[in-house]
């Protein structure tokens, strides 16, 4: 039989099940290549190192997006969700919402944009107390009891503005200009001002005086970044024009700020360079040690600092420090008990992470971060102390950590809820009074309108002559109680009976504050406060810090 030649179709009948075979071998290659050249979403996502719970979130929101039954803000949503996660971090990590963010950065920037005034809300109506020196307010001349009734085309007199309504409408962009109405005195005409808001410095340093002709007295309100600057200017003042030898530095109610800010003042309180402060550790954040320069510029003899349950964070790394060294006396009670640092990130909405990176620790080792284990009980923690009775009775201190440190002197001192003063001041149970709390609240906005109205009765010289002659008559206190019921603050006379000498003490204060100036106010103010009162006492020994261990031993 005589064989056919094979035809192209036959012989592709024959190797195509090996073209078939390298075909799939081909494909299993490519693909293998591609997946790995061009990776699933996850598993980019495990490549980057985010967690794969990060792709669940961003799936429930698309589904949510997609598929849910009313429409909700995506963007609500997610900063919800970013709350949520950092309350199970600890109570000072926090996301702070764009809107926010100037206002908090303005807080420890020490400054802000606008056009420098001081103001009161009185009977609906925003007034002028004093126009800033050197501000935008005060170059264009505005007074002071000029009436401000209208911002651009906003009408603000007789609507009900609030303190924070009329800082929103005044407040704006270094260089931007805002006209604002004015109304001065009896006039019917309203004047227009156009201001260019500019810089407007905001104060940590409230008052640099002198208590006794060799005491100086410094009160830090917050640790912002002027707060150095503005503590030297003072120290410069106490020492040179007044001859200062001791200070009291006053960080009562000061939440803290800047480390940076109160390890460069606690640098001028110590002779000697290289000598600890306070040192910063955390998981991922490697130890940082904050030491003495050895470059004070005064000589500073006996120190003591003023704390209370209000001072945390910076306030309680000076006071630890200066306390651990031997350095000062502590005087009042037991502070707050933040040991936590914290770092801001900016995020690319122009919000921002707070997210606590390490631990500070004072100069003896130990930690006062107070546990946060339990939020309700950290957030109640002051009124647990003042219903145990800590904040009247220095036996009922809670001691949390009780591991012994020690100071330079030997003294014992401990750590894990606060720094626990030298010398116990017990709070002054009246200032709690809900009365006294609802009066005093008011009071600036009477000692205005008091003086004004009353002005031949105002008449002194100087503050030593308002300080001996001058006294808060039934009259006037009864002046303030009709004008806190104005405010629906009704009178009970059964709460004055026990506040009474305390608010004819503090009105006494705001209206040499309202005559004189802002000192004048501490002047008054610190002559009957007890913690200060205290604080003079210790330091009139010729060695404090001694005859306090000898008296320990």
């Not at 003294?411 to 116990?424: A, E, K, L, N, S």
């Amino acid at each position: 039989m005589t064989q056919q030649p094979r035809t192209l179709s036959g012989r592709l009948y024959i190797w195509l099940p090996l073209l078939f075979a390298m075909v799939l071998v081909a494909g299993m290659l490519i693909g293998m290549r591609l997946q790995r050249e061009a990776p699933t979403i996850v598993r980019d996502v495990r490549s980057a190192g985010t967690p794969e719970s990060a792709g669940k979130l961003e799936e429930l929101l698309r589904y949510i997006d997609a598929k849910y039954v009313d429409t909700v803000s995506r963007d609500r949503l997610v900063e919800n969700a970013m709350h949520d996660m950092l309350k199970q971090l600890d109570p000072h990590s926090t996301y702070i919402p764009g809107e926010q963010l100037e206002e908090v950065n303005e807080q420890l920037e020490g400054n802000f944009d606008g056009i420098g005034v001081e103001f009161l809300v009185l009977d609906d109506t925003v007034t002028v107390v004093a126009p800033l020196a050197g501000g935008p307010a005060e170059e264009v001349g505005i007074l002071a009891n000029d009436k401000i009734v209208a911002v651009e085309d906003s009408v603000v007199a007789g609507i009900g503005i609030t303190s924070s309504g009329i800082i929103d409408l005044l407040r704006g962009k270094k260089g931007s200009k805002v006209e604002i109405g004015i109304v001065r005195g009896n006039e019917s005409q309203v004047r227009r001002f156009t201001l260019t808001r500019a810089e407007i410095p905001m104060h940590s340093v409230d008052i640099a005086y002198m208590l006794d002709n060799k005491t100086g007295y410094i009160k830090i309100n917050r640790f912002s970044a002027t707060t150095h600057e503005e503590f030297m200017k003072g120290l410069e003042t106490l020492v040179k024009k007044h001859g200062m030898k001791d200070l009291v530095i006053d960080l009562r109610q000061n939440p803290g700020g800047f480390l940076q800010q109160a390890t460069n003042i606690l640098s001028q309180l110590f002779s000697e360079k290289g000598k600890l402060l306070v040192y910063t550790e955390g998981r991922s954040v490697h130890r940082s040690d904050y030491e003495t320069t050895g470059r004070a510029f005064y000589d500073i003899r006996n120190i003591a600092v003023l704390i209370d349950e209000g001072s945390a964070s910076a306030s309680e790394i000076m006071a630890g420090a200066l306390q651990d060294h031997d350095r000062a006396y502590i005087v009042g009670r037991r502070s707050f008990g933040k040991g936590l640092v914290q770092e801001q990130y900016d995020l690319r909405d122009g919000s921002a992470l707070r997210l606590t990176v390490a631990r500070y620790f004072t100069p003896s080792g130990r930690s006062i971060q107070k546990s946060y284990t339990n939020a309700d009980a950290y957030d109640n923690d002051v009124w647990e102390r003042l219903t145990s009775g800590e904040l009247s009775s220095e036996g009922r201190i809670n001691v949390a950590d009780t591991t012994k440190y020690y100071t330079t002197g030997g003294r014992t001192v401990y750590g894990g809820g606060g720094i626990t003063p030298d010398v116990f001041v017990p709070i002054d149970t009246l200032v709690l009074s809900a009365y006294y709390s609802d009066l005093r609240q008011h009071v600036p906005q009477f000692v205005y309108r008091y003086v004004n109205s009353h002005r031949r009765d105002f008449e002194y010289a100087s503050l030593d002559q308002f300080k001996r002659r001058f006294q808060v008559t039934d009259q006037m206190l009864n002046a303030l109680l009709d004008y806190a019921v104005t405010q629906q603050v009704p009178k009970d006379a059964k709460q004055l009976a026990a506040i009474k000498p305390e608010m004819k003490r503090f009105l006494k204060a705001r209206f040499a504050r309202q005559l004189f100036d802002e000192e004048s106010f501490y002047v008054l103010w610190n002559e009957q406060d007890p913690v200060v009162r205290k604080a003079l006492q210790t330091l009139t020994k010729s060695n404090p810090i001694t005859e306090y261990q000898h008296k320990k031993k």
